[in-house]
């Protein structure tokens, strides 16, 4: 009978924050309609931020039981539901579906988006460009392989703004319909994954006939699985659910701290200034002795702090020349930041100011 009651206090409660939500989805859709008049911009990934910060802080005064990682979690979905309310999302992703930035996308925009994803990460800023999509999300580094040097050549190439980056944690299952490993013949999965989880494999297949093959994706791996016998993949847990693949094994990867970076990008976005933010730039300066030096001694002069600087070819030059990748703190409006732009404009783009995850 305590079990019941206690059932019922929760179904209580649930009806509660139903309520509630419906309360706030009231105030959603007239700030929407606000938005829409003055042609404002829907998603505000400072002003969320701001809203995280402030229930964490509101939940440890109230010593309440959940932590950053829930709150955001369960807040993330809310806000994706108001951004719906307010005018419904296209997304557009690197694919397949169930692939890592698949899973990056869901956490920043909800199940509820539309999401459309593409073969390749041209496709993605295409798509972002010609605004058949209002929002794009590709990876811009992992942690333990260096950036995606594609990613950063199409920010040159297009003119796109970033929006936000989202930093995840990734995670390799080892699924198989096989019940024992001595039957696996052959594991799929993309180049890239079966170096993470070298060592996972060193132990259980080293002296096996197991035939390691690469394929384009870990959710193309995932989809193999279930279409042949004696075989297994290394694939996300999102993949191996979404093909109800069985997973053997979780957390196979050689490092527990392997993350990937993504960015959104998005067509005329800019954010306003939060406080923790991070401005990208692209920076082309002129083939002279000490131009790389003087631009760089400047960040030092108005003491901004540089996180990232990547050296790309200027393909549209036959001398070997080169341009510039930098990520540095601060938010593009802020005053030290903005006498660097003024004094490089020439050189210059900015990509864009972002809330800061790392």
């Known amino acids: 009978m305590y079990l019941q009651e206690l059932r019922e206090k929760i179904d209580s409660i649930d009806n509660q924050i139903l309520d509630f939500l419906n309360q706030r989805m009231e105030i959603v859709k007239i700030i929407g309609d606000l938005k829409k008049q003055n042609n404002a911009i829907i998603y505000r990934p400072e002003r969320e931020k701001e809203i995280l910060d402030r229930l964490v802080n509101y939940n440890q005064i109230k010593s309440g039981l959940l932590n950053r990682t829930s709150i955001d979690?369960?807040?993330?979905?809310?806000?994706?539901?108001?951004?719906?309310?307010?005018?419904?999302?296209?997304?557009?992703?690197?694919?397949?579906?169930?692939?890592?930035?698949?899973?990056?996308?869901?956490?920043?925009?909800?199940?509820?988006?539309?999401?459309?994803?593409?073969?390749?990460?041209?496709?993605?800023?295409?798509?972002?460009?010609?605004?058949?999509?209002?929002?794009?999300?590709?990876?811009?580094?992992?942690?333990?392989?260096?950036?995606?040097?594609?990613?950063?050549?199409?920010?040159?190439?297009?003119?796109?703004?970033?929006?936000?980056?989202?930093?995840?944690?990734?995670?390799?299952?080892?699924?198989?319909?096989?019940?024992?490993?001595?039957?696996?013949?052959?594991?799929?999965?993309?180049?890239?994954?079966?170096?993470?989880?070298?060592?996972?494999?060193?132990?259980?297949?080293?002296?096996?006939?197991?035939?390691?093959?690469?394929?384009?994706?870990?959710?193309?791996?995932?989809?193999?699985?279930?279409e042949e016998e004696n075989s297994a993949a290394i694939c996300s847990g999102v993949a191996a659910k979404l093909f109800r693949v069985p997973i053997l094994f979780e957390n196979i990867e050689d490092s527990p701290n392997n993350q990937t970076r993504f960015y959104v990008i998005a067509n005329q976005f800019k954010n306003q200034i939060s406080g923790n933010d991070k401005t990208s730039f692209i920076v082309k300066l002129p083939n002279k002795a000490g131009s790389l030096a003087n631009f760089l001694q400047d960040f030092n002069?108005?003491?901004?702090?540089?996180?990232?600087?990547?050296?790309?070819?200027?393909?549209?030059?036959?001398?070997?020349?080169?341009?510039?990748?930098?990520?540095?703190?601060?938010?593009q409006e802020e005053d030290?930041?903005?006498?660097?732009?003024?004094?490089?404009?020439?050189?210059?783009?900015?990509?864009?100011?972002?809330?800061?995850?790392?």
């Open 73 to 226: 979690a369960v807040f993330m979905e809310i806000f994706a539901a108001s951004r719906n309310l307010e005018l419904p999302e296209r997304i557009a992703y690197l694919g397949p579906e169930g692939s890592f930035t698949h899973q990056a996308a869901e956490s920043r925009f909800g199940y509820l988006s539309d999401y459309i994803p593409l073969k390749n990460i041209k496709s993605v800023f295409e798509s972002v460009a010609t605004e058949r999509v209002r929002f794009g999300v590709v990876p811009i580094e992992n942690n333990q392989e260096g950036f995606v040097n594609e990613t950063i050549d199409f920010l040159n190439e297009f003119e796109l703004n970033i929006v936000a980056e989202i930093v995840m944690p990734i995670h390799h299952t080892f699924a198989s319909r096989s019940e024992k490993l001595s039957d696996i013949r052959y594991i799929y999965s993309k180049e890239i994954a079966f170096k993470q989880c070298k060592n996972f494999l060193d132990n259980y297949f080293k002296d096996s006939h197991t035939e390691f093959i690469p394929v384009e994706s870990t959710s193309r791996a995932a989809k193999m699985v279930m």
């Open 301 to 331: 002069v108005f003491s901004i702090n540089m996180n990232k600087i990547e050296t790309r070819p200027d393909r549209d030059t036959n001398n070997f020349q080169s341009w510039f990748y930098i990520e540095i703190d601060g938010h």
């Open 336 to 358: 030290n930041l903005q006498k660097i732009i003024q004094q490089h404009k020439e050189s210059l783009r900015v990509l864009g100011s972002y809330v800061k995850l790392c």
